[in-house]
């Protein structure tokens, strides 16, 4: 069965300085990521996703993840933190079929000035 | 523009009183998605619907009901058989079985007191 852990409820970080937020998947088969960030009483945005060939994936606001089938991982960065960065976020794997989405219960990431 | 519409942005009931929450998309997908928010669970999927006139039930489906009479449209109504409805909706659609991202719509904060 598909799952998704994201290590770390809340991570905080100084403007300026490397995000990472962290996903591991657990998935029967060949998965398909998804990274989506959500601000206060919003809905969700995609970033970024996953899905067949380059392993480095390029998503919005300068977000990036890279799948690692050996480490069953797919973890978010980005190099330099903005204020604007402060929302939670979410790891999401696709069930089989590609009926629906299983998601993470999110990180929340705070930025300090 | 295209996107997805939930109304209203909060909704308040009495106990015992059933609720439907509105979900309209003009992005002609096949698919359409209910999921319900708790803070530090992530996003649970409650119904979800791959064509018109059908529907199936996800893992937190009981107390819930839905109809997809139109393509573009996904209701959902909170039954008063729900234990805990006060809670965040999302709904979200997807282009078609062969996509796997799900575009997501404002949400719509429900209490029940």
């Known amino acids: 069965a598909q799952s998704v852990t994201q290590l770390g409820s809340h991570v905080s970080v100084s403007e300026g300085a490397l995000v990472l937020l962290r996903c591991n998947y657990s998935?029967?088969?060949?998965?398909?990521l998804f990274w989506y960030v959500q601000y206060p009483n919003q809905g969700l945005q995609l970033l970024l996703k996953?899905?067949?060939?380059?392993?480095l994936v390029k998503g919005i606001n300068g977000f990036e993840a890279e799948f690692k089938k050996s480490e069953t991982s797919f973890h978010l960065t980005k190099p330099s933190a903005h204020m604007s960065d402060a929302a939670e976020y979410f790891c999401?794997?696709?069930?089989?079929?590609?009926?629906?989405?299983?998601f993470g219960k999110g990180t929340t990431l705070s930025v300090s000035s | 523009d295209g996107g997805i519409t939930q109304s209203p942005k909060y909704l308040f009931r009495k106990e015992g009183q059933n609720v439907t929450l509105s979900c309209e998309q003009n992005?002609?997908?096949?698919?359409m998605y209910w999921y319900r928010q708790d803070p530090g669970q992530g996003l649970r999927l409650i119904y979800y619907?791959?064509?018109?006139?059908?529907?199936q039930k996800g893992d937190i489906a009981e107390g819930y009901s839905v109809s997809r009479e139109k393509k573009e449209s996904f209701p959902l109504t909170v039954t008063s058989a729900q234990k805990n409805p006060t809670a965040f909706y999302l709904c979200?659609?997807?282009?078609?079985?062969?996509?796997?991202?799900?575009?997501f719509g404002p949400g719509t904060r429900l209490t029940v007191t």
């Open positions: 979200a659609s997807k282009e078609s079985q062969g996509a796997h991202e799900q575009y």
């Open positions: 992005l002609n997908h096949d698919a």
């Open positions: 996953y899905t067949t060939g380059a392993t």
């Open positions: 998935s029967s088969v060949p998965p398909y």
């Open positions: 619907s791959q064509i018109v006139n059908d529907f």
């Open positions: 999401a794997v696709s069930r089989p079929a590609g009926t629906a989405l299983i």
